[in-house]
């Protein structure tokens, strides 16, 4: 089968952990360890968050005296994504001998006309106090917003249209490489007045972008990995339950948060929604178990799933 793998970031950096290197190549040989499993069975492509990554590049960009202007966003989103793929690949091959992983820098295409541009909501980079957000915002022309007691710079975050390498991915694919792609929801692009791609300043959603990214490539599954083991309806009240099965229209009936788990089940829903196949939130140490229909909150058109039997795998080798 063809399985597009979204993980979330705290598989190379959990919450409270400094973003030092060495730190996060043992999360990601922890990661890999949980994903070998599916990538010794199946055909499958890794894309991952950058959030942490790309927020301490942004201030050692931002710090530089040597720079007349920060590197822009579009530029730091192709940098992580080279830095992250090249410990995934390198952890992949370690674990799995003989396999061929390709890890690639992404482009996303997104529309010049997306009102996500005109409303700025998503946060990046360091948290600030009121006077210095202000200031900042002043001297580089930044949109900053209140994020609970503190303050943060937010961009643009348009919705993903298409992966512009999807064709070459899906090559790689065919020619049995485990693919490393679309980190960080990939780098956001548009095309100009003369049809030429060009970077602007946004953050894509990589749920969403693995969405895409899984129903163009033709995928039998979509397995959104994070920090949770399913997804919970009334989370955080006296009335918390899990939810171990699920249809896109009863989840679209429940009230998620917009910054955490509301993008992971967009994603999920959006994607059985148009193709009918499956789609999973769940603990990334259960990859394999969500797979078996053992684990995480399952999405099928019908609500049902009994594992891998259910699925109609359309790809070979």
Partial sequence: MRIVVALGGNALLERGQKPDAEVQEANVDRAVKALA???????????????PQVGVLALQSASDPNLTTPY???????????MIGYWLLQSLQNAIPG????????????????????????FVGEVYDEETAK????????VVKPDGQHWRRVVGSPVPRRVVETRLIRQL???????????????????NEDGHLEGVEAVVDKDMTASVLAETLEADALLVLTDVPQVVRGFGTPDAEPIPRAT??????????AGSMGPKVEAVCRFVELTGD????????????????KAGTIVTPGGDYGGPGDLSPRHEG
């Fill in 278 to 293: 499956m789609a999973a939130i769940g603990r990334l140490e259960d990859a394999l178990a969500i797979l078996e229909g």
């Fill in 37 to 51: 499993p599916l990538a010794e069975k199946h055909q499958l492509v890794i894309t991952h968050g950058n959030g």
């Fill in 99 to 122: 396999s061929q992983v390709a890890a690639i820098v992404n482009q996303t295409l997104v529309e010049a006309s997306d009102p996500a541009f005109d409303n700025p909501t998503k």
């Fill in 72 to 82: 822009p966003f579009d530029v730091l989103g192709a940098q992580t994504q080279g």
């Fill in 248 to 257: 896109p229209a009863a989840l679209r009936r429940e009230d998620f948060p």
């Fill in 173 to 191: 694919l065919n020619l049995g490489a485990i693919v490393v792609c679309a980190g960080g929801g990939g780098v956001p692009v548009i095309r």
């Fill in 135 to 142: 200031r900042l915002a002043a001297e580089r022309g930044w």
